[in-house]
């Protein structure tokens, strides 16, 4: 049978080079030893990335002294979404000692003390945006048949804003996908928003104080800060400023049995015209829910928690998608939608910016607040990061996949300066294919760092050790925020503990997940073979992707 040469392609800069290694042509039957005679000789701090387009790795580990410790770090750097991919990951010492095999621990994601917004929310969000993305796949279709021009809502003429105590009816979504037709007054008017309350919200709606500090809160921190970030919203209906519209139709969204809660959405519908989607409003509008203490139209809320609480990080997350409408139209009038994971950790991103601005004045309660959420899905998400892909193009409903990509939005504003989430938000490319192309950088080289990073920022074993920026997060420090929102004060991410001894451990990857695994040498004096395979030891899929990290802890 003919031999061919794997090339081991290095994504990052070590004082070793490892040789390439040859094996059978044929990827379903490796041969016993597929790993070459080179050994891997690493400094404390130091990260050696190996992508294997074969689908099979293997990486000889010095005996570096007692008390050395490896990082492992195998993931899986697929494009796109698919059945998880098993696979094994094998030591073998060189001199052969008892087999352990066991699967990685397993640890339940510890809740927040107090009741999380997201679950309902996010499911409702992302079945959203399927219908939106859904419609222009349909108005593509339909190409023929409907001028291109009618498809956008044409921008109406500047002229005055509502006064207060206009009134005006809307078509707002249900929860069973029709809309109803709600009626509502202006009741306030500020340099950004026009703020309508809905007249069914009663005597249990918005105080007039109340909504002249959301309106407020709404022009500065929130529309300073997502604009001077991600750019300037549209303005179709020429009033210059964004719709607020509070509703007890928003309430009626959530039942109150259901974990969490929808605070508000914003639709594409609304910027496109008549003739593509009937229902529009026309014009920029975000659709909010009211206080509701008697829990009337579902859960009970009261307005004071709704204005410290709940409201103003939905602010700031819901102008950033309005932003990102602006800026993705198509050639044939329509609107392009991004990837729903990479749109949702743009406007999640949104969140921790106004935060930030607002802990830079001083005020840190306030900041807290803007970012609690963003913590907690990323505090889940780090407790198993195994389990959650990072791109999900079908949809984004869990917490722990909105934690995993926000932290990955994160991680790009640091290695890449927080100008990438403008382009981001401006290029009409989707998901992957978006990040590649503003960041210049191979995808498998950005999810291997992103993934070392969320373990090595600020690692304490690491400090002073020269570890490269490419392996932390530049604008923040986990390590601070994530260990006292978990048990005991820990890191959430924990990786499994093996010896310099033979083991085996199976799993299996979703798209870009990575398993982390961490080697203790102890009294060993033995080089380990560390080999990543398919779980029956054969070459991996070809629609797989698998990569290996190795980071020098101690």
């Not at 094996?23 to 990335?49: I, K, M, N, T």
């Not at 990082?71 to 494009?79: E, G, I, N």
């Not at 927040?112 to 929310?121: C, K, R, S």
């Not at 085996?504 to 080089?527: D, H, I, K």
Request: hydrophobic share 40%.
């Amino acid at each position: 049978m003919g031999r061919r040469r794997i090339e081991l392609v290095w994504l990052g800069v070590v004082a070793a080079t490892l040789g390439a290694a040859a094996c059978s042509a044929d990827v379903s039957a490796p041969p016993a030893d597929f790993c070459g005679s080179e050994v891997l000789q690493l400094e404390v701090g130091q990260v050696a990335d190996f992508l294997d387009d074969a689908g099979r790795l293997c990486v000889r580990l010095a005996a570096a002294g007692e008390g050395a410790a490896y990082l492992l770090v195998p993931q899986d750097a697929r494009r796109v979404e698919g059945p998880p991919v098993p696979f094994r990951l094998v030591g073998s010492a060189e001199t052969p000692t008892p087999l352990t095999s066991r699967l990685p621990a397993r640890r339940a994601g510890a809740l927040l003390g107090q009741e999380d917004l997201g679950p309902a929310a996010a499911e409702w969000e992302a079945r959203l945006r399927q219908r939106e993305a859904k419609l222009l796949r349909q108005r593509e279709q339909e190409l023929g048949r409907i001028r291109p021009s009618s498809v956008a809502a044409p921008a109406a003429s500047p002229g005055p804003p509502p006064k207060v105590g206009d009134e005006r009816e809307f078509l707002v979504l249900t929860r069973e996908d029709t809309v109803t037709r709600v009626r509502a007054v202006v009741r306030a008017v500020s340099e950004h928003a026009v703020v309508y309350q809905d007249v069914q919200a009663g005597s249990d709606g918005f105080t007039d104080a109340e909504i002249a500090l959301l309106a407020s809160i709404f022009d500065d921190p929130v529309y300073t800060a997502d604009v001077a970030a991600f750019g300037n919203p549209s303005d179709l209906d020429g009033n210059a400023r964004i719709i607020i519209l509070l509703t007890p139709a928003v309430n009626l969204l959530t039942r109150p049995e259901e974990k969490g809660f929808i605070i508000g959405f914003v639709r594409l519908c609304d910027l496109l015209s008549s003739t593509f989607c009937p229902e529009t409003n026309r014009g920029e509008i975000m659709y909010l829910l009211v206080p509701d203490p008697d829990g009337q139209y579902g859960k009970r809320h009261e307005s004071a928690d709704l204005l410290q609480r709940a409201l103003p990080p939905a602010l700031a997350h819901e102008l950033q998608h309005l932003i990102s409408f602006n800026y993705r139209p198509l050639p044939w009038g329509g609107l392009a939608a991004d990837e729903l994971w990479l749109s949702e950790a743009l406007a999640h991103a949104a969140e921790e910016l106004v935060g930030q601005v607002v802990e830079a004045r001083g005020d840190s309660v306030a900041a807290a607040r803007f970012r609690a959420q963003n913590y907690r899905r990323a505090q889940l998400f780090l407790e198993n990061p195994a389990q959650s892909s990072l791109i999900s193009p079908e949809g984004v409903g869990t917490l722990e996949q909105r934690g995993a990509a926000w932290l990955f939005v994160e991680y790009l504003a640091g290695r890449f300066n927080r100008s990438v989430l403008a382009s981001l938000t401006r290029y009409t490319g989707s998901g992957v294919d978006n990040v590649v192309t503003q960041t210049h950088t191979p995808w498998n080289s950005l999810v291997n760092d992103w993934a070392v990073a969320l373990y090595a920022d600020d690692a304490p074993e690491l400090r002073g050790s020269g570890l490269g920026g490419r392996y932390t997060f530049a604008a923040m420090d986990l390590r601070r925020i994530m260990a006292p929102l978990s048990p005991g004060g820990v890191y959430p991410l924990r990786p499994e503990i093996q010896g310099f001894s033979d083991f085996s451990a199976p799993g299996a990857f979703a798209a870009t997940s990575a398993w982390y695994f961490r080697l203790e040498q102890g009294e060993a004096r033995t080089t380990l073979r560390v080999r990543l395979t398919a779980e029956t030891g054969s070459g991996f899929p070809r629609s797989a992707r698998p990569q290996l990290a190795v980071l020098r802890l101690r």
